[in-house]
């Protein structure tokens, strides 16, 4: 892209040819050291500044592109759980038809250090509307790009509740039945936590996304955590 807005660098690639014309020249009229050093460093800063712009760029649109398929899984989760779409959630459980967002999985949690107090938090009220409004909160700043910072901070929050709820460190559960864990430590809510992080700390919103517009507001240049 940084090639085609500014078609002059094209010369870049033709100096080292100019550099040897003038050095066969150079005979006639030898050039200072000074010269000669100044041509060297144009020669090579050139294509080194049109290389790392390049990569940036495409850098910048895989992030961008990673962001938005990371906000669509959240999002998603959160449109089936609320009208049951019959992919994990069937219509008649449904939250719009009286269903618990939070009830099915937690209920069932039966392994960690923590089962008794999520099966106590299975279908409250309060639990339901945390889980809900967190998970359409991340989809949605995830997929246009602002504050994506305070969405990196719920989701590892999200994510790290729900690691727990399933334990993978370990092999059974209370009730002596495999826990089928294929992995003790990383599994896909870390790595979803992770992805959530390292998108908020390269500014991943920038580039097909509303970080720009939104880092601009005046709340947010004061508190930059928001970004």
């Known amino acids: 892209m940084a090639v085609q807005h ?19 020249g150079a005979a006639e009229a030898p ?13 090579t800063a050139a294509p080194a500044t049109t290389t790392t712009v ?27 759980k609320t009208f ?3 992919y994990a959630t069937a219509s008649e459980r449904a939250w719009t038809e009286g269903g ?3 009830k099915g999985f937690l209920s069932g949690v039966a ?16 639990a339901d ?18 504050a994506l910072k305070p969405a990196a901070v719920a989701a590892t929050v999200m994510m790290a509740l729900m690691w727990i709820a399933e334990w993978p460190l370990a092999q059974h559960n209370s009730m002596g039945d495999p826990t089928m864990s294929s992995n003790p430590l990383v599994d896909y809510h870390v ?33 930059t955590w928001l970004r």
Do not use: C
Not at 34 to 40: F, Q, S
Not at 54 to 65: C, E, H, I, P, Q
């Open 54 to 80: 390049a990569v940036s760029a495409v850098t910048a649109r895989v992030l961008a592109g990673v962001r938005v398929l990371t906000g669509f899984i959240f999002l998603w989760a959160f449109l089936d």
């Open 6 to 24: 500014h078609p002059e660098r094209h010369q870049g690639f033709h100096l080292p040819s100019l550099r040897i014309h003038r050095a066969a």
């Open 129 to 146: 509307w945390l889980f809900m409004l967190g998970m359409l909160g991340i989809g949605v700043a995830l997929i246009l790009g602002f």
């Open 84 to 86: 049951g779409l019959n």
């Open 191 to 223: 790595m979803y936590a992770v992805t959530a992080i390292a998108l908020a700390a390269l500014a991943a919103g920038n580039t097909w996304g509303l970080g720009k517009t939104w880092a601009k507001l005046p709340v947010v240049r004061d508190h």
């Open 111 to 126: 392994v960690g250090p923590m089962q008794g107090t999520l099966r106590d938090w299975a279908g409250a009220g309060w």
């Open 100 to 102: 618990s967002p939070t």
């Open 31 to 43: 050039a200072s050291p000074d010269t000669t050093e100044a041509a060297m460093t144009t020669t």
